[in-house]
């Protein structure tokens, strides 16, 4: 085949999905890839599923330095038992695992009882990776796991090939913010940020709400040391309109102003703020609810604007 008549192949393919009718059917189950309700052939209707439920990522942290610092082998053997025992970890907990790419792996759960699988799973996989860290020595094993819940759509892509290929070329895509979300929670669960501060020491202007905050002291310049992270901080500058020197907004008076850097880390399992208060509900005896172990993470993530909870949960026997 010349490419020429290779790439009016790639635009019929295109025209093809482009054109097509979509139609997605609400299922309670998770659809594997050889479930009859998804078809992707040529000509046909494109037949989807939707799904509402918890799906979750995990992730082996600092994956790329471990294989430098390691050898090959033993890396191998460590992913390789880990994607083992997370495969396991799903099967038990009542999860499917839907994707593998490298060292991360996505599981989905049946809307039913969904939030305490995915929740069980959760700390299951984190309590393997306590346990590989005490088989292997001199070697610190971590993994970051990210949970959220919502509409999942899924499709099916891929080509129809004869033989032992036909599997490796047919696949699932899953659609939507409950998958995107969980794998930006993977991306900063068990993992350690420095984020630059500036702190101002300056006049600022505080307005008198009469009672509570400033206890009824009247308006007006007070000052105070003030933490501002930089995007805060040059959110508030300004052009002075007098002698056209930078101003901070709200400040009367700087006297100094010191950059420094705040150190923050997640825990190794972050949940959504749906996922925890639904698995609150569904589970209000469970030792991390009574107990207090979730916390809300004080840090913001990119891109999320709902509440992230997050705990380092190991189960006791």
């Known amino acids: 085949m010349s490419r020429k008549d290779f790439f009016e192949d790639i635009t019929n393919v295109i025209n093809d999905w482009k054109n097509t009718t979509f139609t997605f059917t609400t299922k309670s189950y998770v659809p594997g890839l050889d479930d009859p309700s998804l078809t992707y052939g040529n000509g046909e209707e494109k037949k989807g599923v939707e799904i509402n439920t918890c799906v979750l990522f995990v992730d082996i942290r600092n994956s790329v330095q471990l294989t430098k610092d390691k050898q090959i082998r033993t890396m191998g053997r ?6 083992h025992c997370v495969l396991l970890a799903a099967q038990y907990e009542g999860g499917y695992v839907r994707n593998i790419i490298g060292d991360r792996v996505m599981v989905v759960f049946p809307p039913v009882d969904s939030y305490k699988k995915a929740v069980h799973c959760a700390i299951t996989i984190n309590h393997i990776a306590s346990l590989i860290n005490q088989k292997f020595d001199n070697f610190e094993f971590k993994c970051g796991i990210g949970v959220d819940y919502g509409k999942l759509s899924v499709m099916k892509v891929g080509i129809r090939k004869k033989g032992v290929e036909n599997d490796d070329n047919k696949g699932l895509v899953w659609v ?4 995107n979300f969980a794998s930006r929670l993977t991306d900063c669960a068990n993992k350690n940020f420095t ?11 505080e307005l008198d709400f009469g009672i ?13 040391t003030k933490k501002f992270t930089e995007e805060e901080l040059s959110s508030k500058l300004r052009v002075s309109p007098y002698n056209q020197n930078l101003e901070i907004s709200s400040c009367r008076k700087v006297y100094s102003i010191k950059k420094s850097g705040v150190d923050y880390r997640y825990n190794p399992i972050l949940l959504s703020d749906m996922v925890y208060q639904e698995y609150a509900k569904a589970q209000p005896n469970s030792n991390s609810i009574t107990n207090g172990w979730w916390k809300k993470e004080k840090r913001r993530i990119k891109d999320i604007e709902f509440d992230v909870w997050g705990a380092e949960l190991l189960w006791a026997f």
Do not use: C, Q
């Open 176 to 179: 939507g913010y409950p998958s």
């Open 78 to 83: 460590i992913y390789s038992v880990f994607t």
């Open 212 to 224: 509570g905050l400033y206890h009824g002291r009247p308006s007006g310049y007070y000052r105070k």
């Open 195 to 205: 984020d630059v501060v500036y702190f101002v020491d300056g006049e600022f202007y």
